[in-house]
């Protein structure tokens, strides 16, 4: 390999405590880790600290993996994105059976290739302005496509979170949580077990539950995302610490009540 190459491959993506790209680092001793679509661990960052934690019982002699790529793919963008950017092929169980394949892509054809070309085309606003411009993006694409396709569909999935980031943004806290809550059952069945992914989505809709003043929807949606966070972030990691504070404020509200 060219050094350049050496160093692209080796490299990992930053992310702060929501799960955001921030920037590229390279930790030379996480590189020696294999990849699997289905990893025994996952990488997450305090600061510009990597972190990695196993996230299923490990067998002696078992090798450690974290995965290269975003799971939630279809298995041949996976397998093209491993090749381009690592050159292998990918022959995990996954890949073989080609699970969720037709859960990720369900609904008309038409209609998902439109979402996916809108949601590529997204970049990242940086004023109030551009956020209702995306918003009404999403608003007419989710819209238009009612019963065209499900929340399961990968680009479908990806539009709501768009529409849900744009609420945010616009302090538009009880369309944010409906399309919030529209996420769950997606997230669920694509990161089962334990993935930071699901922790953190569990953790932004319980906000926004708390918000609304949904204060046991809000609790058990923290204790879920608790349940999780605690085997892919730690006890000590800051989101952790600050989801533990919005949990008990939400058992503190409720005792009021």
């Known amino acids: 390999f060219p050094l350049f190459l050496q160093v692209t491959c080796n490299c990992f993506t930053i992310s702060n405590g929501e799960m955001q790209d921030v920037g590229v680092g390279l930790y030379p001793s996480m590189s020696l880790l ?38 939630l793919m279809p298995t041949r ?25 037709a859960e990720k892509l369900a ?13 590529n085309e997204v970049r990242y606003p940086k004023s109030k302005e551009e956020w209702k411009h995306v918003l009404a993006k999403c608003q007419n694409l989710l819209n238009s ?20 980031d744009a609420c945010i943004n616009l302090e538009s806290w009880e369309e944010a949580l409906y399309y919030g809550s529209r996420t769950l059952e997606p997230y669920r ?7 930071p992914l ?27 995302a608790y349940n999780i966070m ?16 919005i949990k008990e404020e939400c058992e503190a509200m409720m005792r009021t009540q």
């Open 230 to 245: 605690k085997v892919t972030h730690g006890t000590d990691h800051s989101l952790m610490k600050v989801l533990m504070e």
């Open 145 to 164: 496509n009612e019963g065209h396709l499900p929340d399961t569909n990968i680009y479908q999935l990806k539009m709501l979170d768009c529409a849900m």
């Open 34 to 71: 294999n990849h699997s679509c289905d990893p025994n661990c996952v990488i997450v960052f305090e600061g510009y600290q990597l972190l990695l934690h196993s996230v299923r019982e490990i067998q002696i002699g078992e090798e450690l993996t974290i995965s290269y790529v975003e799971s």
């Open 189 to 195: 069945l694509y990161y089962p077990g334990f993935h």
């Open 198 to 224: 699901r922790a953190v989505q569990l953790m932004r809709v319980g906000k926004l539950q708390y918000s609304q003043g949904m204060f046991p929807q809000a609790l058990e949606t923290l204790k879920q």
């Open 77 to 101: 963008e996976r397998q093209m994105q491993l090749m381009r950017q690592y050159c292998f092929e990918c022959d995990c169980l996954l890949c073989q059976n080609q699970e969720k394949d």
């Open 107 to 119: 609904g008309e054809d038409r209609a998902w290739k439109e979402v996916k070309d809108a949601v």
